[in-house]
């Protein structure tokens, strides 16, 4: 038997616009999308000789074949053709769900990272990551990680430059929960106001400018739930307060992220909010 191990990072969308829906009812998008150090750990036992099993530290998170990890996994195996003789999947989580992070996500693009690995890198990296998108839109970029534009259905991906290095994001997941379809719904009916020049924070990735990567933060569903959501209000109010360089809502939420130049920034603004905000993180960009 063999033990793989990975590491599952979460993600925030720097920027995120909603184009046009497709034939399939998913619609198109494009974000240019970060990872950060929030993370689970994924591990993995080939060949236990027993039936597919699945451990997970949160009891909320389906354990079985429901579980994108799972399902990662058997698209791998199906793919291959390959048959692990057992399989066991452990996994640590810490990445808050129903947040816009991407934490299903995350754990099967492990799985899928963990798995090409072990098995001597049958995909290259984007093959890996184009497998992914039958798992969930998120996990092609899940799968490439780092600073990346992502459009389609987030499977077409283009490397960016990294953000600068000792910038630090603060991470806060309210306690609501919002569907992710009907959010889609909702921005079908309207008409989006302001959507992100993606152009703008190319450049300022190039530049390697905080204050400009701040300045070009946009992410269209923020408006749909803060409308409803006043204390993500409040959140941002405390990031703005506090010396963050830049705030919104990652993908459809709840969680909201705050940028700031340093780690001290971080821990006051962490402190400021922990009491109300239990689920409140200081990551930084992978
Ligand atoms: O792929 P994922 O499971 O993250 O998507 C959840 C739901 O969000 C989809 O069933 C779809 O209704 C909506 N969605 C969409 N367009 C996308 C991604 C998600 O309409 N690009």
Redesign the pocket.
């Known amino acids: 038997m063999t033990t793989l191990q990975e590491s599952a990072f979460a993600k925030v969308n720097l920027t995120l616009d ?1 184009l046009d ?2 034939p399939d ?5 494009k974000s240019i999308m970060q990872t950060i150090s929030l993370r689970d750990d994924v591990e993995i036992d080939i060949g236990t000789g027993k039936p597919w099993c699945m451990v997970c530290n949160w009891d909320t998170i389906p354990a079985d074949e429901k579980n994108l990890a799972w399902k990662a996994a058997k698209l791998f195996f199906d793919t291959t053709g390959k048959d692990p003789e057992g399989l066991e999947i452990r996994i640590t989580k810490r990445i808050p769900t129903e947040a816009g992070l991407g934490g ?2 995350a754990d099967a693009a492990a799985v899928l990272r963990a798995l090409n690995r072990h098995y001597d890198y049958p995909f290259s990296i984007l093959a890996l990551a184009e497998l992914g998108a039958q798992v ?4 092609p970029f899940c799968v490439l990680c780092g600073t990346a534009m992502a459009e ?3 499977e077409q991906l283009r490397k960016l430059p990294d953000m600068p290095q000792g910038c630090c994001f603060v991470i806060c997941k309210p306690d609501f929960s919002s569907s ?2 009907e ?3 909702k921005l079908d009916e309207k008409v989006i106001a302001h959507r992100p020049d993606h152009q703008a924070m190319e450049s300022a990735l190039l530049a390697g400018d905080l204050g400009k990567i701040a300045e070009n933060l946009c992410n269209v569903f923020d408006p749909v739930v803060t409308q409803d959501h006043l204390e993500v209000n409040y959140i941002k109010s405390i990031f703005n307060s506090y010396g963050a360089v830049g705030y919104q809502m990652t993908g ?1 939420g709840s969680a909201v992220f705050a940028i700031v130049e340093s780690f001290e920034y971080a821990a006051v603004i962490c402190n400021m909010l922990r009491e109300n905000y239990p689920q409140i993180y200081i990551a930084k960009p992978v």
């Open positions: 909603v829906k497709r009812g998913y619609h198109n998008i299903g996500s969930g839109s998120d996990v389609g259905r987030g992710t379809p959010l889609y719904r459809s």
